[in-house]
């Protein structure tokens, strides 16, 4: 069963930085895409950038690029996002997913960052 | 580059058939035959129904239909049910810099 586990709820200030993970299993994790979407409260959904665990090939949405970084690592079949210095405007649920092709078949739970003085 | 435009709310009642659009560009939707669609219920992560404009994964009741034309895509629900209400998204591959553009997501309320 493809699974993809992701690090829990995280509270910071800003300023600060933080570095969630997604950890897959039940496939092969580095012959697939696996990437990263955010939503804000209450809002839709954006996608923020996609590595190839095989290669390490990155890359990132224009809305993201220099914002966040990704990365995974084979070994542990995980993946991560991280910040160097958050903002409150980082607030929102991330999610992990799989691509297979050009669409993400399986997610993650989602992991909460809120950002606040 | 802009998000595709999903109409914001849509409804129907238990057993109707509902459609919702998806519009984009030549770059995005109208160029490549991959848009997808996603349910999500409050809380919870998306869950793919459509990929490839009209192909459903294992597990995905027929009930489920997708369809483009030119820039335009949609997603139909037919036999509408209680938990069908939730938000849907659209998404387009749009490029190597764009892998998936997603739309700004439809309520559905079944009535």
């Known amino acids: 069963e493809v699974q993809l586990v992701q690090s829990g709820a995280e509270v910071k200030k800003p300023g600060e930085s933080l570095k969630i993970s997604c950890k897959g299993s039940g496939y092969s994790f580095i012959s697939y895409w696996i990437g990263w979407v955010r939503q804000m409260p209450g809002k839709g959904l954006e996608w923020m950038a996609i590595i190839y665990p095989g290669d390490s090939d990155t890359r990132y949405s224009p809305s993201f690029q220099g914002q966040v970084t990704i990365s995974a690592d084979k070994s542990s079949s995980t993946a991560y996002l991280q910040w160097s210095s958050l903002k409150a405007s980082d607030t929102a649920m991330y999610f992990c997913?799989?691509?297979?092709?050009?669409?993400?078949?399986?997610w993650g739970q989602g992991s909460l960052v809120t950002v606040s003085s | 580059q802009s998000a595709l435009t999903q109409p914001p709310s849509a409804s129907g009642s238990p057993g109707q058939s509902v459609t919702i659009s998806c519009t984009g560009t030549s770059s995005d939707v109208g160029g490549y035959n991959y848009v997808s669609w996603y349910q999500q219920h409050p809380g919870k992560a998306p869950k793919l129904i459509i990929s490839e404009v009209s192909q459903r994964p294992s597990g995905v009741p027929d009930r489920f239909s997708g369809s483009k034309s030119g820039n335009t895509a949609s997603l139909t629900v037919s036999g509408l049910q209680a938990d069908d209400e939730a938000d849907y998204y659209c998404?387009?591959?749009?490029?190597?810099?764009?892998?998936?553009?997603f739309g700004g997501g439809t309520k559905l309320t079944v009535l």
């Open positions: 998404s387009s591959y749009a490029g190597p810099k764009n892998i998936e553009l």
């Open positions: 997913a799989r691509y297979d092709g050009y669409n993400s078949d399986f």
